[in-house]
């Protein structure tokens, strides 16, 4: 009897350790449905039409140098905490490569095992 008492504790054990888990990644699934759902909605209520910050340098605590896309136009400024200065204006060729709308869109979509591969011809060989 004891035996057997010990055998349903230990099921009833299991069983709400599965329950948990179910429950567990039923709340991981819906996070990160609401966190796309938000971000996608975020992403459509954009109001910067003719603004888009193109690349940002940290230089030292609140100070910073980006480069802008103020519609044709390529503004580099500095900004802190209390000030912004136009430093420059390129031209897109002095800017280099930029990657293209379909570039952007690829972003994130790297296999796991691509970005292993990519990773693995950087490490120098013994």
Do not use: C
């Amino acid at each position: 009897m004891y035996i057997a008492a010990m055998q349903l504790s230990s099921v009833s054990s299991f069983m709400q350790l599965i329950f948990v888990l179910i429950i567990f990644i039923f709340v991981l699934v819906i996070t990160y449905v609401a966190t796309r759902w938000i971000a996608g909605y975020q992403k459509g209520q954009s109001f910067n039409r003719n603004l888009k910050v193109i690349e940002t340098l940290k230089i030292a605590q609140n100070k910073y140098i980006q480069i802008i896309e103020a519609g044709d136009e390529y503004l580099v400024i500095a900004h802190g905490k209390d000030e912004v200065r136009l430093l420059t204006k390129l031209t897109r060729e002095q800017l280099g490569i930029l990657p293209s709308e379909e570039d952007m869109a690829k972003v994130g979509t790297d296999s796991f095992k691509e970005l292993l591969e990519k990773f693995r011809k950087h490490i120098p060989k013994k």
